[in-house]
């Protein structure tokens, strides 16, 4: 069965690019334009991976990481978050997140891709 | 050189030795693995060290065999009459060998000997499962790697054992887990990581793509350090953080050598060449030993440890009197310096101090099997709960009562505990309850092993007192009193065997035991619903803060926790009306001259120190001439002479070689408060 | 200790107390040291004038005037012999309080004497008999029994309690 992929992101450009990379490598992306899209996905379906933008209207990153960790069933799946920002209180510490890593816009494909294989090995 | 030759062959003689008695056992035994192992382990000791000394033909004949034996070990090959007459033969031969009188042909007879009787697949190459001949990818590179992945980890995402699984497929690891207080296991089921994974890696990779495996984590969830197997050079802050790991109990060079060796060696062993007879029977030994001790701690004896308490005792107390010098001189460089060499010393004394505890689940542990065992001899079910498994004591103390607490603890369930039939009878439960509880209280620790079985039944016991003349025939003697009795000696015989102790040691023992680290012994019981037996223990405190006092000529020593203030009065102040109070934060509180309890004169200065001790929320005042100053006091025993003296729990040796009493606070607030 | 060979010489170390000699078997002293101010441990009795430091242990000293009530003449050459005494089980060292220590003899074991019933103002339980060497006679000290730890213990407690 293919590795399903949650990918949160407002900025539509940004949302394909990501989605394209991920079905190359044989997964399975749904797509939310915000946080509040993306809590429908989290509905007892086996999700293995979220990638969301930090930055968004209605519901932004750091609430939807707290939508899903209060969730039972995926209170310990991976996510990563996208950011440009540069403040290092956001960007250095996973751990307050609550987040596997955060990954920096705009980022390399090769790099993106070695870190999504890597936490779904 | 010549040495080193001859303390191999006496080496060799003893190998030999035991090798032929492993060699009948294993005749009659054919299937045991253990002696099958031994044979191997001598074969290849010998192989590997003969070389070294020059016997080439030893080393060449006991590779064979080695092979052999490999092979039976792994069950490859069926032991037999045959391989074992060969094997006792070829002991003979190396026996021959060491005195130098073989000649070749002896050996290659016998070698092929074994070849046609073991069936050995021809005279193949020795086959190491080490898996280094296959490997051949240069694995140079020797990290230590502390990975401590913050305790929300998985809700990360994140899973530590994935990352552990990483680093071992990258290489030849040496993992050890430092699971804290819960196990790994549990703590993956709870989600919540405590555990700090110490891992030895002998890998090709970079130090880049070591840090890649842990990409995901924070820079201070994990630390990486690139070792050299030959220079040990150790990162002063891998140093630090082994330290705290193992809470100062081995030095971090030690156990990074251990741990390093666990791992492969770059050579193999056996392609040692044969023509090196300088290289040293010695190292052949550490590397053996290093090998067989698996358990990296460091055993150090008791005695050793009281000595370095001694010394850091009297370190602390020259730095003081440094300290005192010093600041005379008003030197600001100076007393900086001695002010970090004081924080240094205090530092070293808690190490110091901290190295005699440990926890007395080490020794419960212990017990777990025997009791295990020894419930499944005697039939009987047991429900075993062990409670206070982190309290930490004093490693001579702990291992005092240890014959104490298994005398105890085979009492209980041999005679405490009922069988089912009788427990099921009474209403009890089918499996009877053992419960080993610790838990600190005040300086002591407090032990208890507790049953809920048939108890102690008194009326035996008051027959048994009657008996040895403990008491008269219709005398009226209470149960605590009775319960003593059981403590005397000699009051357990034979003939009351079944009742509290039997099996030849009695009560008297455990109590002499108890007593003689300061412990204390109480019995409780009650009949049918069980014992519970509880032990006293000092945790230590072989070194306290104490305040040094002088009181005429003699040298007071009050433990600093007990103090609460400090102050000057004037004689006339506080003695002037006869009053045995003084005014102490707005309430009176009793006041002592140690000079009149010590019956000295009084004193005839102007101001005397007061010094108010605080016991339990209640206070008292003492009088003092002068305080000299705080003292790290080593307490030492004043010895059963002074038994029967009160006013000390003991003694301390000051630097010049003077002698110092330590005050007991408890004793003198009870004593005054009884005037 | 070395078993008891009553035809061999042993060693004995012959002290003054008052004016009387005796002797203490080698085996049982550890050392003599030259009697130092001792250390006074308050409410003490009178028979243990003070402790010492005795290779970093705190040993007792027992006055023998007092535990063989003679008078103490107030020798110069004082002395304590610290001795390894058996109490009980266990090993416990304690230090003599002497008037002088004359010298070093050697006799038989068999040559001991026993205690005549009268005439000796010592408890007998504390001697193990005398010698008689160049017409003196010498008290051969059972110096387990003479230190007995219980009863010193009881004998030097507390006045006040």
Redesign the interface.
Same mark, same amino acid.
């Given at each position: 069965m293919k590795k399903r992929i949650v990918v949160v992101e407002d900025f539509n450009t940004s949302r394909q690019i990501i989605k394209k990379t991920l079905e190359a490598m044989g997964y399975q992306v749904e797509e939310a334009i915000d946080g509040r899209e993306a809590t429908r996905f989290f509905d007892g379906s086996n999700i293995d +991976?979220v990638i969301s933008d930090y930055n968004m209207p209605n519901m932004d990153g750091g609430a939807l990481v707290e939508y899903i =960790?209060a969730k039972e069933k995926y209170?310990? $799946?991976?996510?990563f978050m996208l950011s440009t920002e540069t403040s290092i209180d956001k960007q250095? =510490? &996973?751990?307050e997140a609550? $987040?596997? &890593?955060w990954i920096k816009k705009p980022f390399e494909v090769t790099e993106f891709k070695? +870190?999504v294989e890597?936490?779904l &090995? | 050189m010549d040495d080193i030759v001859k303390g191999f062959i006496e080496e060799v003689k003893e190998l030999l030795l035991q090798l032929e008695d492993d060699l009948i056992t294993l005749e009659n035994n054919p299937g045991n693995p253990e002696i099958v192992n031994n044979i191997f382990r001598v074969m290849h000791t010998l192989k590997g060290s003969a070389g070294m000394v020059g016997y080439k033909n030893i080393q060449d004949l006991t590779h064979e065999f080695e092979n052999t034996y490999e092979q039976i070990r792994e069950g490859k090959l069926q032991v037999n009459s045959d391989i074992i007459d060969i094997t006792l033969k070829a002991k003979d031969l190396i026996l021959v060998m060491l005195a130098g009188e073989a000649d070749d042909s002896a050996a290659e007879r016998l070698i092929q000997l074994l070849a046609d009787k073991a069936a050995v697949t021809g005279k193949s190459n020795i086959k190491r499962v080490s898996g280094t001949s296959t490997q051949l990818r240069v694995s140079n590179h020797l990290y230590v790697i502390l990975f401590s992945p913050?305790k929300?980890i *998985?809700?990360?995402?994140?899973n530590p054992d994935?990352t552990v699984d990483e680093l071992k497929a990258s290489g030849e690891t040496h993992v050890i887990l430092h699971e804290k207080k819960k196990s790994w296991e549990k703590q993956k089921a709870e989600?919540i990581c405590a555990t700090v994974w110490e891992v030895y890696l002998k890998t090709s990779l970079a130090m880049t793509e070591v840090e890649d495996i842990f990409? *995901?984590y924070?820079k201070d969830e994990y630390s990486i350090f690139e070792m050299s197997r030959e220079q040990l050079q150790i990162d002063p802050f891998l140093s630090e953080k082994l330290e705290s790991l193992y809470k100062h109990k081995i030095a971090p060079e030690q156990q990074l050598r251990d741990c390093i060796d666990q791992l492969p060696d770059d050579e193999p062993v056996q392609n040692l060449p044969a023509e090196q007879p300088d290289a040293s029977l010695a190292e052949l030994k550490s590397t053996d030993t290093s090998r067989i001790e698996t358990d990296s701690k460091v055993n150090v004896s008791s005695q050793k440890l009281d000595e370095l308490m001694n010394l850091v005792s009297e370190l602390v107390t020259i730095t003081g009197t440094v300290e005192v010098h010093a600041e005379k001189h008003n030197d600001l460089k100076l007393n900086n310096a001695l002010e970090n060499i004081a924080k240094l010393t205090k530092k070293f004394r808690d190490n110091a101090l901290d190295l005699r505890l440990v926890p007395i689940g080490t020794l419960l542990g212990k017990f777990k099997r025997q009791i295990r065992d020894l419930s499944r001899d005697l039939g009987k079910k047991v429900n075993m709960l062990i409670e206070g498994q982190d309290i930490e004591i004093d490693k001579t103390i702990l291992k005092s009562i240890e014959s104490p607490l298994q005398h105890i603890i085979r009492n209980s369930i041999d005679h405490g505990l009922e069988p089912k039939e009788e427990r099921l009878a009474k209403g009890k439960t089918p499996e009877g309850l053992l419960k080993i509880t610790a838990f600190y209280s005040g300086a002591s620790v407090i032990l208890s092993v507790q049953d809920d079985g048939r108890g102690i039944n008194m009326e035996r016991v008051k027959e048994c007192a009657i008996k040895k003349g403990y008491m008269e025939k219709g005398q009226d003697v209470n149960k605590e009193q009775l319960l003593t009795f059981i403590m005397e000696p000699g009051f357990t015989t034979s003939e009351n065997i079944s009742m509290v102790s039997g099996r030849g040691v009695g009560m008297d023992v455990v109590r002499k035991e108890l007593n003689s680290v300061g412990g204390s012994i109480e019995i409780f019981t009650e009949e049918n619903l069980g014992t519970t037996i509880t032990m006293k223990l000092p945790t230590t405190l072989t070194i306290i803060d104490t305040l040094m006092v002088n009181v005429d000529e003699t040298q007071i020593l009050i433990p600093v926790m007990d103090i609460e203030y400090c102050f000057k009065e004037t004689n006339e102040n506080l003695f002037k009306k006869d009053n045995r109070y003084i005014q102490y934060k707005n309430s009176p509180i009793p006041l002592v001259s140690l000079r009149e309890q010590f019956k000295y004169a009084p004193s005839e200065q102007n101001e005397l120190m007061v010094i108010v001790i605080n016991k339990f929320d209640r206070r008292y005042a003492i009088t003092a001439d002068q305080i000299i100053g705080e003292h790290q006091a080593v307490i030492k025993p004043l010895g059963d002479l002074f038994v029967n003296q009160p006013y000390f729990s003991g003694g301390s040796i000051m630097i010049d070689g003077k002698l110092a009493f330590i005050l007991d606070t408890n004793f003198l607030f009870n004593h005054i408060t009884k005037i | 200790m070395a078993t008891l060979d009553i035809d061999k010489k042993t060693s004995y170390i012959n002290l003054r107390i008052g004016s009387e000699s005796f002797a203490i078997s080698v085996y049982k002293v550890l050392e003599i040291i030259q009697f130092e101010q001792l250390t006074k441990i308050p409410n003490a009795s009178e028979f243990v004038p003070g402790v010492l430091n005795f290779r970093r242990s705190i040993v007792p000293v027992i006055d023998m005037h007092k535990r063989f009530n003679v008078e103490d003449t107030g020798s110069a050459d004082k002395m304590v012999v610290v001795v390894d005494v058996v109490s009980k089980d266990k090993n416990v060292l304690m230090g003599l309080l002497v008037d002088q220590v004359t010298d070093v003899i050697e006799f038989e074991y068999k040559n001991i004497k026993a205690v005549p019933d009268l005439g000796i103002k010592y408890n007998p339980e504390f001697l193990e008999g005398f010698i008689e060497i160049e017409e003196k006679f010498i008290m051969v000290l059972n110096i387990d029994r003479v230190l007995n730890v219980k009863e010193l213990a009881e004998v030097s407690h507390l006045v006040n309690e």
């Open positions: +991976l =960790r209170k310990y $799946i991976p996510i250095n =510490r &996973a751990r609550k $987040i596997t &890593a070695k +870190l890597k936490v &090995a | 913050d929300g *998985f809700e990360r995402g994140l994935k989600k990409l *995901f924070d | -």
